[in-house]
């Protein structure tokens, strides 16, 4: 029991690392969080500070999903438990402590967490991913269909796993909430299409 809570209190640790706050801080002297969208990820990152920042940040973001389900794998938790794992690294990465609870939205951490539960399933997201942003440009709009083909994807392919898919989709109702600006922007024709300044 107390080693299951560690973990889940390491992931929410893991997660709350606030990568493109520290890294924008260090390498840059900025505080992201004022600058572009003001949100603590990877894309504003490529739009603020440049092609290596967003890379740089999508893997750190990416790895602080992936690690924690991996050592609860490891460690012989649930299936269940190890998707939940993530579902906590995700929301440090929301809600960090270490940046006054204001974090990203969720989208590297949370690929992250899928290529761990189910790679079959992050592949097919990632596709479609790529093809709506390479279409639209938005990039919000290509994460919100990521996730919800995630949903979908465990509906179909795994519908015996009703607890799986209930975690899925709490995930993607997590991923709305934190875009629900961008979902009023798309709606109105003024959300910001993917550019990069560098």
């Known amino acids: 029991m107390y080693l299951k809570i560690g973990v889940f209190f390491l992931a929410y640790l893991m997660g709350s690392i606030p990568t493109a706050f520290w890294y924008a801080k260090y390498f840059h002297g900025i505080d992201i969080r004022q600058h572009g969208s003001g949100n603590v990820g990877a894309t504003n990152s490529l739009r603020v500070l440049g092609k290596k920042a967003g890379i740089i940040v999508l893997i750190f973001d990416l790895l602080k999903g992936l690690l924690p389900v991996l050592l609860s794998r490891y460690l012989g938790f649930s299936e269940e438990e190890t998707f939940l794992v ?25 690929l992250g967490v899928i290529l761990a539960v189910s790679p079959a399933g992050a592949g097919v997201s990632v596709l479609v991913f790529v093809a709506v942003v390479f279409f639209t440009k938005y990039v919000s709009l290509g994460s919100l269909l990521a996730g919800l083909t995630f949903v979908l994807y465990y509906l179909l392919f795994n519908s015996s796993q009703t607890l799986m898919s209930l975690i899925a989709f709490l995930l993607f109702v997590l991923l709305v909430y934190t875009h629900r600006e961008n979902i009023k922007k798309l709606l109105k024709g003024t959300e910001n299409k993917l550019s990069s300044k560098k």
């Open 86 to 110: 993530g579902i906590v690294s995700i929301l440090g990465h929301i809600w960090s402590v270490f940046a006054n609870f204001k974090g990203g939205k969720g989208i590297a951490t949370s």
